[in-house]
């Protein structure tokens, strides 16, 4: 539907443009400057006509602009000629220049961000058409469709794709792909930490699964604190994951990183009221080249992990 209005609208504009510059008595008998005008200008839809020889300007933008990006913008976009460079996301700015200077596909969409006059950014899919004169481009002309919600919900269902619905920390999906970005293709020094909550069994039977949850949810938030630089992951039910890139076990820097952790719990349980104290048995395994190696790092991650485990069980009610 999109398209096919997309199409109607730019054929619009190309017969707009001829027919002021000409004065085409064929066309106005028709269909009249005045009736194609109002079409255009009534489009939610941002429509416009950029030349760029022999002068960069906009020629004409539909009034639709200053509803999307704050009244006002289409007088700057008419008579402040730098203000399209001004406006663009400076991460986007090449995309604006490669479709003035044609190094570009014009076949395709492109997605940019525009500066409201608010200061926002906001995402916008356009469509181009080429003009040519003896095979020199002298204009393009097109449509910006806002497709901020469109975004939005990618990014939301992106995020849903990648994160923990409970504790918000980034789920074993996410976790295995980072895994296998690590075996695969990225090869430096890797530490795995695994990490598991101790006693969550005892707080469900005794306290209900809401607390038992609040449980999780809390050992989750002491784990993001302390390892809030690295990849956080709930891979379990009570189980956790924490990938430390750049760095090897030997390094002071993990050192301080799980005193940093035992130092955490310490002051968590001194200070809040839950159930039984928090505990959290640790696992760490450590390469210095990760290619070829993280599946027995998560091994040897793991055994270290359950061997702390069982030494635990012979004081506390796992």
């Known amino acids: ?60 933008i539909s009034p639709s602009v200053d509803k999307l990006l704050g009244e006002g913008t289409r007088h700057k976009l008419m008579t402040e000629h730098a203000y399209p460079y001004e406006a663009i996301h400076p ?3 090449y995309i604006f220049k490669n479709k003035v200077s044609g190094n570009m596909d014009y076949s395709k969409p492109i997605i940019q961000r525009f500066r409201s006059l608010e200061g926002t950014y906001h995402f916008f899919e356009e469509y181009i058409t080429p003009v040519y004169k003896k095979g020199q481009l002298i204009a393009i002309q097109g449509i910006l469709r806002n497709i901020d919600d469109k975004v939005r919900l990618e990014n939301e269902i992106t995020y849903q794709l990648s994160h923990d619905v409970l504790t918000d920390l980034y789920n074993r999906h996410f976790f295995e792909q980072q895994i296998q970005r690590l075996n695969e293709q990225e090869n430096h020094a890797v530490t795995l930490i695994l990490c598991d909550l101790d006693r969550l069994k005892h707080v469900n039977d005794s306290f209900g699964h809401q607390a038992g949850d609040n449980f999780i949810i809390t050992a989750a938030n002491v784990l993001q604190k302390t390892f809030h630089h690295h990849t956080v992951a709930r891979i379990g039910g009570d189980e956790f994951a924490i990938i430390v890139e750049h760095l090897h076990v030997e390094d002071t820097d993990i050192v301080t990183i799980l005193a940093n952790l035992h130092k955490t719990i310490d002051e968590f349980n001194a200070g809040e009221q839950l159930p039984i104290p928090l505990s959290i048995s640790v696992g760490l395994a450590s390469t210095a080249q990760s290619i070829g190696h993280m599946h027995t790092l998560f091994t ?14 012979q004081h506390l009610p796992v």
């Open 91 to 93: 991460d986007d700015l």
């Open 1 to 60: 539907m999109f398209i096919g209005g997309l199409i109607f609208m730019l054929v619009l504009i190309a017969i707009f443009f001829i027919a002021k510059s000409m004065n085409a008595s064929f066309i106005q008998s028709t269909f009249s400057m005045k009736d194609m005008k109002q079409l255009i200008e009534q489009s939610y839809d941002i429509i416009y006509y950029y030349e760029i020889y022999p002068t960069e300007k906009h020629l004409y």
């Open 300 to 313: 040897q991650a793991d055994l270290q992990m359950y061997d702390e485990k069982r030494l635990k069980k």
